[in-house]
Protein backbone atom coordinates (compact mmCIF):
# COMPACT_ATOMS: atom_id res chain seq x y z
CA UNK A 1 0.00 0.00 0.00
CA UNK A 2 1.47 3.25 -0.86
CA UNK A 3 1.21 5.83 1.84
CA UNK A 4 0.47 9.49 0.80
CA UNK A 5 1.65 12.76 2.46
CA UNK A 6 -0.67 15.72 2.86
CA UNK A 7 1.74 18.93 3.59
CA UNK A 8 4.62 17.04 4.36
CA UNK A 9 2.46 14.55 7.20
CA UNK A 10 0.84 10.78 6.87
CA UNK A 11 -2.49 12.66 8.37
CA UNK A 12 -4.14 15.71 8.98
CA UNK A 13 -5.57 14.64 12.52
CA UNK A 14 -2.21 14.68 14.33
CA UNK A 15 -2.06 18.42 15.17
CA UNK A 16 -5.21 18.42 16.49
CA UNK A 17 -5.57 15.64 18.29
CA UNK A 18 -2.10 16.49 19.98
CA UNK A 19 -3.93 20.09 20.62
CA UNK A 20 -7.13 18.35 22.65
CA UNK A 21 -5.36 16.20 24.52
CA UNK A 22 -2.73 19.21 25.93
CA UNK A 23 -5.80 21.05 26.44
CA UNK A 24 -7.18 18.62 28.52
CA UNK A 25 -4.19 18.07 30.39
CA UNK A 26 -3.46 14.37 29.37
CA UNK A 27 0.07 12.45 28.49
CA UNK A 28 0.47 10.55 25.21
CA UNK A 29 0.54 7.58 27.57
CA UNK A 30 -3.26 9.03 29.34
CA UNK A 31 -4.67 9.25 25.98
CA UNK A 32 -3.34 5.65 25.10
CA UNK A 33 -4.98 4.62 28.44
CA UNK A 34 -8.07 5.69 27.24
CA UNK A 35 -8.32 4.45 24.13
CA UNK A 36 -7.37 0.66 25.18
CA UNK A 37 -10.18 1.20 27.64
CA UNK A 38 -12.81 1.76 24.56
CA UNK A 39 -11.55 -0.51 22.35
CA UNK A 40 -8.48 1.26 20.46
CA UNK A 41 -5.31 -0.89 21.20
CA UNK A 42 -2.47 1.80 20.88
CA UNK A 43 0.56 2.67 22.44
CA UNK A 44 2.24 5.93 23.51
CA UNK A 45 4.63 5.81 20.92
CA UNK A 46 1.63 5.57 18.42
CA UNK A 47 -0.01 8.00 19.36
CA UNK A 48 3.66 10.26 19.68
CA UNK A 49 4.17 9.32 15.72
CA UNK A 50 0.35 10.56 14.77
CA UNK A 51 1.00 13.85 16.32
CA UNK A 52 4.00 13.77 14.65
CA UNK A 53 2.27 12.91 11.30
CA UNK A 54 4.48 9.54 10.99
CA UNK A 55 1.55 7.47 11.38
CA UNK A 56 -1.50 6.98 8.97
CA UNK A 57 -4.66 7.61 11.32
CA UNK A 58 -7.33 4.98 10.02
CA UNK A 59 -10.69 6.00 9.40
CA UNK A 60 -12.01 3.99 11.89
CA UNK A 61 -9.39 5.21 14.96
CA UNK A 62 -11.29 8.90 14.16
CA UNK A 63 -14.30 8.13 16.15
CA UNK A 64 -12.22 6.18 18.94
CA UNK A 65 -10.11 9.70 19.46
CA UNK A 66 -12.94 12.01 19.03
CA UNK A 67 -14.95 10.05 21.93
CA UNK A 68 -11.99 10.07 24.16
CA UNK A 69 -11.39 13.59 23.31
CA UNK A 70 -14.80 14.82 23.97
CA UNK A 71 -14.68 16.83 20.19
CA UNK A 72 -16.22 15.67 16.51
CA UNK A 73 -14.50 13.81 13.89
CA UNK A 74 -15.19 16.39 11.78
CA UNK A 75 -13.28 18.89 13.76
CA UNK A 76 -10.20 16.37 14.14
CA UNK A 77 -10.66 16.35 10.15
CA UNK A 78 -10.07 20.35 10.17
CA UNK A 79 -13.98 20.07 8.29
CA UNK A 80 -15.46 22.12 11.35
CA UNK A 81 -14.91 24.81 14.51
CA UNK A 82 -15.27 23.33 17.70
Known amino acids: MRIYNFRGKCNCSGPY ?37 LRVVADFEIPFFADALDVSPLWLLEREER
Open 17 to 53: IRKRRTELGLSQEELAAKLQLVGLDLTQKAISRIETG
